[in-house]
């Protein structure tokens, strides 16, 4: 008697039992289910909630890979210990003891993300006797992504309880959800522990525990030094594309995001419609800014000056905008869910983003703002689609009359 | 004065077991079976009890809103069961057949009456059921004068059978039927031709023709009516069945209901997929064992194609509106890691790890597994890539869920049936029952504002 057959066996023997939902959870991750179909259609396309989820899940395999061998170097290069690298591919970056500092670091946030997530989630599944839905398996992989690197396990776990059970339980689960529950997440962080998620004491392992001490160094982002008129401390616009920056662990490298972006429009899993347009919102508020600044409305001693003065595209490189446009704007979940809807909330995603990142001095990352506060609108953004739709309708019937 | 209706959005399903163009007669059922509820919504009032020797073409029962309008056995014989369900509700009317055929005989029909007699004569003699009208996808309200009558003659859908071959030397059975039918409406007869095809409704007169293509479901009749005239509200439209015009043809020129049709035994299962002519109510044993399945195989049958049919077990029976018996291997297995491998068996409209879009002209052998579980909505964009009305399938389908009679009909609902939601089930991630749902939503409209 195979596996198959003891673990199928298993289920109908317990198929009363309120745990259920729990052992199915790990039953159809390792076999898909025998469910056949009833009447409606008889043949079903290939495709499931599963391999939907787990597609955006390798998209994001290689950001986190990154993530950890640029967690260990930006570690190193702080304390001086290493060269820094030069490009993509260069010697000091992709080393083992940079890896080691990554695996430290990061699988730790990764592991306490799903544990923590997880268990939630089937709690509430056994609750509420439905399956467990897999609308947690990109979430939590999404967390780790966008924290610091130094971020204290406890804290990822009381915010991951806050925006499962919050951000989507209480709307009923996956599918129902109003907000992203990892920008939730990610929300609760920023604003429970602001010390944490912001500054230039986190970004780098180790340059908290550091501070005071004679190997004292800072680990601030670009976006932060540019908006207190500081340059962009010596990075170029390579490292910036390539992703050999301090930042949140897995949006920093562009490179790796535009991949990823790629991959989900090629799967036709991703929206192109939402990631294009996000970008097109967000270029279009950088151009409104450089107009601001060329027309001389603003002086250099102005404090948005800084970022103000960024060459319009290269606000698509600089902080997580592209990372939010990609893996987070997209969420169907939450995003808009007609096509024309589509454009209009990324649009303004990414021009909402822009306008925050330059006009707010405690913090200059706006696109988590700016994701979930369109997330609320996009209900509206629908209707007012929709009543086209319903208007020609409508006249339809006028035309008849007249 | 043909036009052309070209459709882009869609999904061509292109499976194992196309019927081949050889039609064989089949074994004579021994039994007849009409189930009540192939007519939707209609409630029975049975007329011939257990034990009654009916004609082919004399009343089993008739609709008990409307006396006048008869649902006849396809076969002469006696009356040997009368099933019933829960509170005596009726759900088969099982008629043993005579091994020589009577038929009722209504005489040649006068093509020059005006609409009220052919309506009359069409209630009275059973051809009526084979009318249904939208809103609602049931049969139709004879007192209505519909906007305009439609009628596909392209089958588009998955190893549907091909009408160009069935049809082929009925013409004066459909012409007959068609200029009949003209007279019920002011707006006309529409039909549906597969654009570069021989169909025999392509020279009809008294009838609009336009030429489809484009893929499924280019040939449902729901796209045609969008395109064409889209119902409004206070609107009813009436449609035809194709291969049900020459039942309704015969009768009038011959006086006999005549329930035979050719149908398509098709379906990966099928060693042989051919196609039979049959009668309307036979048992499908009489047509699936010879060259066709193995007996004690696991098998779905279909009475109906893959994407809408109704699944029938052995000993069921062809219903009263298909052309097309389907036999599928059931998928009633685990799959191991089957939500992550790479699939090359097995069609997807994405490209996550499926590579059916590689290979668009191979034919796939689908089975009955729904390829995972059923989830809320999740995925959005998706439907519209198969759909191709100018309808929000998504949101349309969450108003018939939380019962929004308003919004359901702000939305469309008079335009649809739950046919035209196959594709969007089909393909649906979540893989939520759309035609379900929508049947539903109809019922519950057909209720609330009737």
């Not at chain 1, 992709?94 to 695996?103: A, C, E, P, R, S």
């Not at chain 2, 082919?56 to 076969?75: C, Q, R």
């Not at chain 2, 169909?199 to 969008?226: C, E, F, K, Q, R």
């Not at chain 2, 191709?388 to 049936?417: N, S, T």
Request: glycine share 8%.
């Amino acid at each position: 008697m195979g596996l198959k057959q003891k673990l199928h066996n298993f289920k109908v023997k317990n198929q009363d039992k309120k745990w259920l939902p729990g052992f199915n959870a790990l039953f159809t991750f390792l076999y898909m289910p025998n469910e056949t179909t009833h009447n409606g259609t008889h043949i079903k396309a290939a495709d499931d909630l599963k391999r939907t989820m787990n597609t955006v899940i390798m998209a994001l395999v290689p950001c986190l890979i990154f993530g950890m061998f640029n967690a260990g170097y930006q570690h190193y290069l702080a304390q001086g210990l290493i060269e820094s690298a030069d490009g993509f591919l260069g010697a000091s970056f992709w080393t083992w003891d940079n890896l080691v500092i990554g695996l430290w670091k990061v699988l730790p946030l990764v592991i306490v993300s799903y544990g923590v997530g997880l268990a939630v989630e089937f709690i509430f599944a056994i609750i509420k006797g439905h399956e467990v839905e897999e609308g947690y398996l990109v979430t939590g992989m999404l967390v780790p992504l966008i924290v610091p690197v130094d971020i204290p396990l406890w804290m990822l776990s009381v915010a991951v309880v806050f925006g499962v059970v919050i951000g989507k339980e209480v709307f009923g689960g996956t599918g129902m959800n109003i907000l992203n529950p990892a920008l939730t997440i990610r929300a609760f962080l920023f604003f429970a522990y602001p010390t944490w998620m912001s500054g230039d004491k986190v970004w780098v392992h180790g340059a908290n525990a550091a501070t005071g001490t004679p190997d004292a160094y800072s680990g601030e982002t670009i976006l932060g030094s540019l908006a207190q008129n500081n340059g962009t401390l010596g990075h170029d616009i390579w490292d910036m594309f390539w992703g050999i920056i301090p930042g949140s662990v897995g949006e920093t490298s562009k490179f790796l995001i535009i991949i990823g972006a790629l991959f989900l429009i090629f799967t036709k899993i991703g929206s192109w419609r939402i990631i294009v347009s996000t970008l097109i919102g967000a270029l279009t508020m950088g151009l409104i800014f450089n107009g601001v600044v060329s027309a001389e409305w603003i002086s250099e001693s102005s404090k948005f000056y800084g970022l103000m003065n960024v060459p319009f595209w290269q606000h698509l490189i600089i902080g997580s905008i592209l990372f939010g446009a990609v893996y987070m704007a997209t969420d169907p979940v939450t995003a808009a869910q007609t096509n024309k809807g589509k454009w209009i909330y990324g649009f303004l995603i990414g021009f909402i983003s822009i306008m925050i990142r330059v006009f707010n001095p405690a913090y200059p990352e706006g696109v988590f703002l700016a994701i979930l506060l369109m997330n609320v609108f996009a209900p509206t953004i629908d209707h007012y689609v929709i009543q086209g739709n319903v208007k020609r309708r409508l006249k339809r019937v006028k035309v008849k009359a007249a | 004065m043909s036009k052309d209706i070209r459709i882009k959005k869609g999904l061509d399903i292109k499976l194992v077991g196309e019927a081949e163009k050889t039609t064989e007669n089949a074994i004579i059922s021994n039994s007849f079976t009409v189930r009540p509820e192939d007519f939707h919504s209609i409630t029975p009032k049975l007329v011939a009890k257990e034990g009654t020797k009916v004609k082919a073409g004399e009343p089993l029962f008739f609709n008990k809103d409307n006396e006048a309008m008869k649902f006849v056995s396809p076969a002469s014989g006696e009356v040997t069961e009368v099933l019933r369900g829960e509170r005596r509700r009726i759900m088969a009317i099982k008629v043993t057949a005579d091994k020589a055929q009577s038929y009722v005989d209504h005489g040649r029909f006068d093509l020059n009456s005006d609409a009220d007699a052919l309506k009359a004569h069409l209630l009275a003699s059973g051809c009526w059921a084979f009318i249904k009208q939208r809103p609602y996808d049931v049969v139709a309200n004879p007192s209505n004068t519909p906007k305009a009558i439609f009628i596909s003659g392209y089958a588009s859908a998955p190893l549907a059978a091909d009408l160009d071959f069935t049809l082929a030397g009925k013409e004066a059975e459909l012409q007959t039927a068609v200029t009949a039918l003209s007279k019920l409406t002011e707006g006309g007869v529409h039909i549906s031709v597969g654009k570069g095809t021989n169909s025999p409704l392509a020279n009809l007169d008294n009838a609009s023709i336009y030429m489809v293509s484009g893929p499924h479901p280019s040939g449902n009749v729901g796209t045609l009516i969008n395109k064409v005239s889209p119902v409004n509200k206070g609107e009813v439209v009436w449609t035809v069945n194709a291969q049900d015009l020459v039942i309704i043809g015969e009768l009038l020129l011959t006086g006999k209901f005549n329930a035979e049709r050719t149908i398509a035994l098709a379906g990966s299962s099928v060693k042989k997929p051919r196609y039979f002519k049959t009668k309307i109510g036979a048992e499908v044993s009489t047509m699936i064992y010879d060259n066709g399945v193995d007996k004690d195989g696991n098998d779905r049958i279909i009475s109906g194609n893959v994407l809408s049919g109704k699944e029938v077990k052995p000993d069921g029976i062809l219903d009263y509106y298909s052309n097309v018996i389907t036999v599928i291997p059931e998928g009633d297995d685990y799959e191991f890691f089957g939500w992550n491998k790479p699939v090359f068996n097995k069609i997807s409209p994405s490209r996550a790890l499926t590579f059916s879009w590689l290979t668009p002209n191979k034919k796939y052998d689908l089975n009955t597994n729904t390829n995972g579980e059923h989830r809320a909505f999740v995925v959005t964009g998706n439907y519209e890539q198969v759909f191709p009305l100018d309808i929000y399938p998504l949101q349309i389908l969450k108003a018939c869920m939380y019962k929004d009679l308003d919004e359901m009909e702000a939305l469309g609902m008079y335009e649809v049936a739950p046919e035209d939601f196959a594709l969007t089930e089909f393909i649906c991630v979540s893989k939520q029952p759309h035609q379900k749902i929508i049947r539903e939503g109809l019922d519950l409209m057909l209720k609330e504002i009737g």
